[in-house]
């Protein structure tokens, strides 16, 4: 009885020793990925925005190995509206990574030392509006996005850095500095619409007060029969009428162009929203399917209802 209780302990003790081992093997490929350049170029092209990643990614450790338990030795998040993926570098074959709804991983060994990824697809519009929703897997140092001069991107965590000339082509530079693991944003990249502006130019000028020259372009004038100081007059009133309802319809204007700026972004949060409760309904499907596990479930339904949160707030405040 008793070596049949100390062969049972043993047994189980070893189980838990190789499960602990995998475990720590697993965590420790997760902290020694690092993700030290991450750059996004997004330009239009004739069937939506080609968007391209270029990844500079370090692994501070050992080599990291497929497994059968977990044949993915990396992952990079991919918007959920992709489509046509092509690797520029870092794999060779097809059979070296796995696309997936939401995602891309790398089936082939992760040596130590630098690692850059280089790929490329296609975002589809979503009501003339495109979005990139992304997730950090990864410690990040920061994350830049260039788009072509036209396009605007919104996020809470991105920051906008202006306008950038790269040789003859001038970008619309947008960063985030410092994603942690776990965080997810989801920017609406739409065209920047061009502000209409007008200007009226008036002047004045005269070779000086009552000169010769004055006097007879005065008598020489259709107003030579009107007093000159009634007519003087008369101008300053009509100029003053003018500056007065070019000013009213100036904060008019303003008036209009806050309306309409508000209205945009009441479309882009109804389209945010519409698309965060299609992401939910695909979730389902994508389970039931069994294309995702009941974790990984888990984990996106929270973190897409947190956002559809926020989303509802914003719209409530704006008053809808």
């Excluded at 790398?106 to 030392?113: A, F, K, W, Y």
Aim: glycine share 6%; charged share 25%.
């Amino acid at each position: 009885m008793m070596r049949a209780t100390r062969k049972l302990m043993t047994i189980i003790f070893s189980a838990l020793l190789l499960l602990l081992a995998v475990m720590g093997a697993q965590a420790s490929a997760e902290e020694q990925i690092e993700i030290e350049v991450h750059h996004l170029l997004i330009r239009e092209v004739g069937e939506g925005l080609e968007v391209r990643e270029i990844i500079t990614i370090q692994n501070s450790g050992e080599e990291i190995e497929p497994t059968e338990e977990n044949p993915e030795t990396l992952r990079i998040s991919l918007p959920f509206s992709y489509t046509t993926l092509v690797f520029n570098a870092g794999v060779e074959t097809e059979d070296d990574f796995e696309a997936t709804g939401d995602g891309l991983a790398l089936l082939v060994p992760i040596e130590p030392g630098e690692i850059n990824l280089d790929f490329t697809y296609i975002l589809k519009p979503h009501n003339q509006n495109y979005v990139l929703d992304k997730e950090i897997y990864y410690p990040t140092e920061s994350i830049h996005f260039l788009l072509t001069e036209g396009l605007t991107m919104t996020d809470e965590n991105l920051v906008h850095g202006g306008l950038l000339t790269m040789g003859e082509i001038v970008v619309n530079q947008y960063s985030w500095e410092e994603p942690a693991p776990g965080e997810r944003f989801m920017s609406i990249i739409s065209r920047e619409e061009a502000e209409s502006t007008g200007a009226l130019e008036r002047g004045y000028s005269s070779d000086g007060f009552h000169s010769e020259a004055h006097l007879r372009f005065w008598r020489m004038s259709p107003f030579s029969g009107v007093e000159p100081h009634l007519f003087l007059l008369v101008l300053v009133a009509i100029i003053g009428a003018a500056v007065y309802f070019t000013v009213k319809y100036t904060k008019k204007s303003d008036k209009t162009n806050q309306d309409e700026g508000n209205t945009d972004q009441v479309k882009q949060l109804e389209a945010k929203q519409q698309i965060l409760l299609r992401k939910l309904a695909d979730l389902k499907r994508q389970h039931q399917a069994g294309e995702i596990d009941d974790d990984r479930l888990e984990k996106l339904t929270k973190a897409y209802k947190e956002k559809l949160k926020e989303v509802k707030i914003q719209l409530k405040q704006m008053g809808r």
